[in-house]
Antibody
């Protein structure tokens, strides 16, 4: 059974930092491109970052987090990370990791973690 | 960046109804359009990829259509477990983007 488990969330003050982790089991993470998606309370889904399968073949960020967040991965540990700096109140959200799976030319978010809550507040 | 716009934002329907949700892209995305279902407190679940391909295990009452800029998700004979929020997503060009969601509620 495929499982993605996020951790590292919690309460942080504005301007602070957090590092989220996403641990994969039941799949070999090095075979997948990966994403982070967030969802503010009562709001819709927002894609925020992507990383290629090897880690050095493509990294992208949404404008809302560019320059503040850094995505990375350790395929040997089957893990994905999101370093979040200069956090703001509007970064408060549930953060999900998701695989960027592919079939033929098509890609889609097939496997998702359960999500981890990040609350930015003083 | 490609903007995705869904309509309606919400709808009320009864069990057994046929429901259609639309999604429009700000530019052509050919068929790089996915649909997800999300229930409260849960992660999204992939329903359809490549505009019309049903993900394994998803009931056949779900179907997708469209290409270019205009897409639709149809649920024939709505079931109690289908009351949820539905999102479209484009994976044609970075940066990936989602629609704002359509909440399907019980009438």
């Amino acid at each position: 059974e495929v499982q993605l488990v996020e951790s590292g969330g919690g309460l942080v003050q504005p301007g602070g930092s957090l590092r989220l982790s996403c641990a994969a089991s039941g799949l070999t993470l090095s075979n997948y491109e990966m994403n982070w998606v967030r969802q503010a309370p009562g709001k819709g889904l927002e894609w925020i970052s992507y990383i290629g399968a090897s880690g050095d073949n493509g990294i992208y960020y949404a404008d809302s987090v560019k320059g503040r967040f850094t995505i990375s991965r350790d395929n040997a540990k089957n893990s994905l990370y999101l370093q979040m700096n200069s956090l703001r109140a509007d970064d408060t959200a549930v953060y999900y990791c998701a695989t960027d799976s592919k079939r033929a030319n098509w890609n889609y978010f097939e496997y998702w973690g359960q999500g981890v809550l990040v609350t930015v507040s003083s | 960046d490609i903007q995705m716009t869904q309509s309606p934002v919400s709808l009320s329907a009864s069990v057994g109804d046929r429901v259609t949700i639309t999604c429009r892209a700000s530019q052509s995305i050919t068929m790089f359009l996915n649909w997800y279902q999300q229930k409260p407190g849960k992660a999204p679940k992939l329903l359809i990829f490549a505009a019309s391909a049903l993900q394994r295990g998803v009931p056949s009452r779900f179907s997708g259509a469209g290409s270019g800029t205009d897409f639709s998700l149809t649920i024939t004979s709505l079931q109690p477990e289908d009351f949820a929020t539905y999102y479209c997503q484009q994976t044609y060009r970075m940066l990936w983007s989602f629609g704002q969601g359509t909440k399907v509620e019980i009438k």
